[in-house]
Every structure is written in structure tokens, then in C-alpha cells.
């Protein structure tokens, strides 16, 4: 049985997620290099170890994902590789050095929670990191929360993603920010990239996205300053979650949204 047709390798190859392998086939014959994760977590670096890099460094501003990282059995570190806690408004990160592929996964939504109303200057910061004849490759979320949809499972999507942040909000937390890929593509410009290519990926949310977004209101509950607000807020979401999940079995989950990817390199 070769190495890669060992159960465990086949397993990995399923959980690496089509955006992945969609980055995988932009790459090409593109050497990955000395590789460079913006925004790491246990999925886009059990990916990134699957790959031949010369090294890699993988950044989060979280200790607790640094702790679940390390804790990742399929996550393999060598010698060479780096995984460090540390925020990009701080202009000390990695100063000097550059990276033949610069990997930003759904780090921007995610830095209202850690530098909040910083996400116009992320890729002005990241530019001096990519080597010239590097490669970016940024995948995000089209933003679903702010409008509202006309169909009954892009309704259902929306109504969890706003009561997940009311959640958040009355529990005294930031909620995450998408930003839309035309918004992405702006910025690179300003910041001295040129698109290369663009594709959106329709989403299909399933029981498990239901669930873990309903959990993560729930476990904020004992955190509001009113207990009448969080038992009603219970009441809402046991409902919710119930409506959610059948309209999910109804339809084999629920269809709303695009997750983007964009491939970026710096401009001569
Ligand atoms: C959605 S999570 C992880 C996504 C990840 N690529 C995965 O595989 O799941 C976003 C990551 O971006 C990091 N992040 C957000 N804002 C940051 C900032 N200002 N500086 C450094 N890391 C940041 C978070 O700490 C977290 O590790």
C-alpha cells in the first residue's frame, strides 16, 4: 500500500476541503516554499502539512488555537516550521523576513476580534512579506449577515447568523466581520497586488454549522446582564434550532452564500 493510499491518508485527503484543493491546482507546478499561514487553525494547517514546503510559519493571535493546534494529532511539525502567537498590528511580526506563498484564510472576518477596524491595512502590512516572485492566495466569506435573502434557507442562515452576534454583543464580545471579495480586490490593488484569479463556491450549510453556531449562543447565555433576556433567548434558540434542522432535512441542507478564493501576486 503506497503512503498515500494508507487508510489515514485517505482520510486526510477527505478532509481537505475543495477550497484547498482549488489552491492546490492554482499552484500548479509553483514551488509552495517557504510557506506563510496569515491566520492559522487546525483545518488550513492539517492542509498546509500535506503539502511539500520548504518550511512553514503558521500565525494566530489566539493562545487557546494555539493550544488546540498543538494539540492536533495530524498537525506534524518539523524542525524548520514555526507556529507563533502574535497580532499583525504589531509591526515587529516577522520584520524583514519574505515567503514564497502567503496563505490568508479567513483571517479577515476574524480580525474584528483582534484588531478591530484594522482590516483596510492588512494587505499593506502583508505585502513586504510576500517575495516578488511570491504568491497570495486569500480565501473569505461573502458577508451573509447584513442582508436579508429572499429564499426560506437563506432566511434561516441569516436569522442564526444575527442571533449568534446578538449573542455575542450582549455577552460583551466582537463579533466576526466578512468582508466581500470586491472589497478584498480593492484593497490588494491599493496595496500593490494584481489579481490573478477569482472563483466563488456556492455553500451548503449542514447540521453541523446549525448546531455550533446555536452552541456558541448558548454557552454566552449566563454571560447577559439581564437572566430574563438570556431565558427567553434560550426559548428563541431551542425554537430556532428546531426550525433550522428541519428545514435542513427537508432540503439536504440549507444552500445560501459563497465562500470566495483569490490568487494575488505582488505587482513589478
Ligand atoms: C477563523 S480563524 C482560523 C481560520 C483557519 N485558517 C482555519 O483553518 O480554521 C482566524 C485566525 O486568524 C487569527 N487572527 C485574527 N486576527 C488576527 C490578527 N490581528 N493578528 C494575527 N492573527 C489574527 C485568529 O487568531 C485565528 O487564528
Redesign the pocket.
Known amino acids: 500500500m503506497s503512503e498515500l493510499t494508507t487508510p489515514k491518508a485517505v482520510n486526510q485527503q477527505r478532509r481537505i476541503s475543495s477550497l484547498f484543493r482549488y489552491i492546490e491546482n492554482l499552484g500548479g507546478d509553483r514551488p509552495w516554499g517557504n510557506l506563510l499561514?496569515?491566520?492559522?487553525?487546525?483545518?488550513?494547517?492539517?492542509?498546509i502539512t500535506t503539502l511539500p514546503t520548504q518550511s512553514w510559519t503558521a500565525?494566530?493571535?489566539?493562545h487557546s488555537?494555539?493550544d488546540r493546534i498543538r494539540a492536533a494529532p495530524r498537525i506534524h511539525v518539523r524542525t524548520q516550521d514555526r507556529l507563533l502567537v502574535?497580532?499583525?498590528?504589531?509591526d515587529s511580526?516577522l520584520t524583514g523576513e519574505t515567503f514564497d506563498t502567503v496563505?490568508v484564510?479567513?483571517?479577515i472576518?476574524?480580525?474584528?476580534?483582534?484588531?478591530p477596524y484594522?482590516q483596510g491595512r492588512?494587505f499593506e502590512r502583508l505585502r513586504p512579506l510576500v517575495s516578488d516572485a511570491g504568491r497570495l492566495y486569500i480565501?473569505g466569506l461573502e458577508p451573509y449577515v447584513a442582508f436579508k435573502p429572499d429564499t426560506e434557507s437563506g432566511k434561516m442562515i441569516w436569522e442564526i447568523g444575527r442571533v449568534r452576534d446578538a449573542c455575542l454583543l450582549l455577552a460583551g464580545e466582537r463579533p466576526?466581520r466578512e468582508f466581500p471579495a470586491d472589497w478584498v480586490l480593492r484593497r490588494l490593488g491599493e496595496a500593490g497586488f494584481r489579481m490573478v484569479e477569482i472563483r466563488h463556491f456556492p455553500i451548503r450549510f449542514r447540521e453541523h454549522f446549525i448546531n455550533s453556531q446555536l452552541d456558541m449562543c448558548i454557552n454566552r447565555l449566563t454571560r447577559f446582564a439581564s437572566e430574563e433576556v438570556g431565558a427567553a433567548m434560550r426559548q428563541y434558540v431551542d425554537d430556532l434550532r428546531a426550525r433550522a434542522l428541519a428545514l435542513n432535512e427537508r432540503e439536504g441542507g440549507l444552500r445560501h452564500g459563497n465562500d470566495y478564493v483569490i490568487a494575488a501576486e505582488p505587482m513589478s
Open positions: 499561514d496569515t491566520g492559522t487553525g487546525v483545518k488550513s494547517l492539517e492542509w500565525i494566530t493571535a489566539s488555537m494555539a502574535g497580532n499583525w498590528v504589531n511580526l496563505l484564510d479567513y483571517l472576518g476574524a480580525i474584528e476580534g483582534f484588531a484594522w492588512v480565501v466576526y
